[in-house]
């Protein structure tokens, strides 16, 4: 089932580079696709449990869905995640 999550933090292509390594590792998610404009993460899964495990892996790096608690400690992560990418790049 397709899916999209809006999420905080996002900032630019180094955040979408991790943010789609670390979703297309999840089993049973595929086609993830990051728009840095709107901030919306989209892929597709298999079941609601995915569904749940992609929003976890998203606020363990950094990047809570919109509404969710966005603490330091999630900014500073999702700072850390974005200069991962770059650097993978």
Do not use: R
Not at 21 to 46: M, P, Q
Not at 67 to 89: H, L, P, R, Y
């Amino acid at each position: 089932m397709k899916s999209n999550v809006v999420i905080q933090n996002l900032k630019c292509g180094g955040c979408a580079n991790t943010i789609t390594t670390k979703i297309s590792a999840l089993y049973a998610i595929s086609n993830v696709v990051v728009d840095v404009e709107t901030s919306t993460v989209s892929f597709e899964a298999s079941s609601e449990e995915g569904i749940a495990s992609v929003k976890n892996k998203l606020t363990a790096i950094g990047y809570p869905a919109k509404g969710e608690d966005n603490s330091m400690v999630s900014k500073a992560k999702s700072f850390v995640s974005c200069a991962t990418g770059k650097m993978s790049n």
